[in-house]
Nanobody, 122 residues
Framework: VQLQASGGGLVQAGGSLSLSCAASGLTFNKYGMGWFRQAPGKEREFVAAISWSGGGTNYADSVKGRFTISRDNAKNTMYLQMDSLKPEDTAVYYC????????????????WGRGTLVTVSS
């Protein structure tokens, strides 16, 4: 199984960025997907999750209303649209897959990608 996150970069505060997570080696439409992030010196935290069908989503309070998670099962890809970015959103963003569950709990996830760095300047 491979999960490849991409789309990170440097953006000014208030700007937008879109992340993608391409999955291979698993039956994508049977897995809930999630985004997590780890800021420098901090523990990894939940950002957003989406059910295997795309019909259910869950967001951390810190990103609710600014980030949108989505998926395209035909392309085996998940997305995270990040708007109104803040310097505190600076982190390495990871995508992860969990079988048949929509959950914010990272210890329930089965597979993890390597992460992509998002830097938001003030």
């Amino acid at each position: 199984v491979q999960l490849q996150a991409s789309g990170g970069g440097l953006v000014q505060a208030g700007g937008s960025l879109s992340l993608s997570c391409a999955a291979s080696g698993l039956t994508f439409n049977k897995y809930g997907m999630g985004w997590f992030r780890q800021a420098p010196g901090k523990e990894r935290e939940f950002v957003a999750a989406i059910s295997w069908s795309g019909g259910g989503t869950n967001y951390a309070d810190s990103v609710k209303g600014r980030f949108t998670i989505s998926r395209d099962n035909a392309k085996n890809t998940m997305y995270l649209q990040m708007d109104s970015l803040k310097p505190e959103d600076t982190a390495v963003y990871y995508c992860a897959a969990v079988y048949r569950v929509l959950t914010p709990e990272e210890d329930q996830y089965d597979y993890w990608g390597r992460g992509t760095l998002v830097t938001v300047s003030s």
